[in-house]
T-cell receptor, first 116, second 107 residues
């Protein structure tokens, strides 16, 4: 149980275009989902905490107008990279947790974004 | 403030040798601690959590509140243990990860 599906697995886009990444909790409801960015051979960098039905909470230094997060239902959160630039190329990972206190995170497979 | 510290970025041990991946945390309340593992080209997955007190793949981790540590241990390392390991702390709705330790088990 507790499967998180992330789509697409990889995407290539041109500079200036927008890309949407979906994160779904398949067999559980997730009030909270988290979006991370991972650079090669480095740790996870938390970008934002996505709360169902309310605005996302962004970490310091993350542009909320560039990385739009929508969490419209208990099983779906989306991250849209707007007006993408080559420096946005990265590995983006979402995670979700069950609606219980201190429950563990379950991770999606990640999305490799390449902006040309 | 850094909540979770993993002092070793890289760790290499020989197959069959004991391995310990260090994790220290900083939190005034009662945190929930986890170890996650990321094998090559795979997603992050939960390895174990302190509350369950179980051994997974031969790994154990004991929460030491006095030393604020949650070190991950295995008595005999295997080649398939080579991976990236992350210590994590959950405090309510927030989740904090350490910077990770890359473990290489040398055959």
């Amino acid at each position: 149980g507790a499967v998180v599906s992330q789509h697409p697995s990889w995407v290539i886009c041109k500079s200036g275009t927008s890309v949407k990444i979906e994160c779904r909790s398949l067999d559980f409801q997730a009030t909270t989902m988290f979006w991370y960015r991972q650079f090669p051979k480095q740790s996870l960098m938390l970008m934002a905490t996505s709360n169902e039905g309310s605005k996302a909470t962004y970490e310091q230094g993350v542009e909320k107008d560039k990385f739009l997060i929508n969490h419209a239902s208990l099983t779906l959160s989306t991250l849209t990279v707007t007006s993408a630039h080559p420096e946005d190329s990265s590995f983006y990972i979402c995670s979700a947790r069950l609606n219980s206190y201190n429950s563990p995170l379950h991770f999606g497979n990640g999305t490799r974004l390449t902006v040309t | 403030a850094q909540r979770v510290t993993q002092p070793e970025k890289l760790l290499s041990v020989f197959k069959g040798a004991p391995v310990e991946l260090k994790c220290n945390y900083s939190y005034s309340g009662s945190p929930e601690l986890f170890w996650y593992v990321q094998y090559s080209r795979q997603r992050l997955q939960l390895l174990l959590r302190h509350i369950s007190r179980e051994s997974i793949k031969g790994f154990t981790a004991d929460l030491n509140k006095g030393e604020t540590s949650f070190h991950l241990k295995k008595p005999f390392a295997q080649e398939e243990d080579s991976a990236m390991y992350y210590c994590a702390l959950s405090a309510g709705n927030q989740f904090y990860f350490g910077t990770g330790t890359s473990l290489t088990v040398i055959p």
